[in-house]
């Protein structure tokens, strides 16, 4: 695949994986005797961790750990399984804050809701005015 059809395909820029190469966030790509980058299959699976990896908030610095341990082999197993497992706590703890978040929005939505058809909005003594 070449790198038009491989941004088009994840939905980032072309200079994104350019990036991504260049800074080690996936293992050099796959590249055709004229050096023009034709993306492999192993190549897109990269891209497709680097990218989803990155829309969950994981640091560059992270992801490019990751790769120099799968590169160095099976004897990284450990150690690339405590990076994922830190980087999961990291994950679940900002969908606690963001379910939170959401909770009290829909708490203050159904409030305004009601406001909408009673022409009034009621607090009680726990409620943040507004």
């Known amino acids: 695949m070449t790198i038009k059809e491989v941004s088009e395909k994840y939905g980032v ?3 994104t994986l350019r990036y991504y190469e260049r800074v080690g966030m996936i293992p050099t790509v796959t590249r ?5 980058r034709d993306y492999q299959e192993k190549d897109l699976e990269w891209v497709g961790l680097a ?3 990155r829309n969950a908030g ?3 610095e992270t ?3 990751y790769v120099k341990l799968s590169q160095m082999g099976d004897s990284t197993f450990g150690e690339r ?3 994922l497992k830190g980087q999961r706590e990291i994950l679940m703890e900002q969908k606690k804050q963001m379910e939170e ?4 929005l829909d708490f203050k939505i159904s409030r305004y809701e009601s406001a909408v058809e009673t022409g009034q909005l ?3 003594k726990n409620d943040v005015e507004d």
């Open 63 to 65: 992801m490019i750990q």
């Open 122 to 124: 009621t607090f009680s």
């Open 32 to 36: 055709t005797a004229g050096g023009i």
């Open 101 to 104: 978040t959401i909770d009290r």
């Open 58 to 60: 994981l640091p560059v």
């Open 13 to 15: 820029t072309q200079d």
């Open 81 to 83: 399984l405590q990076l």
């Open 51 to 53: 990218v989803c990896m």
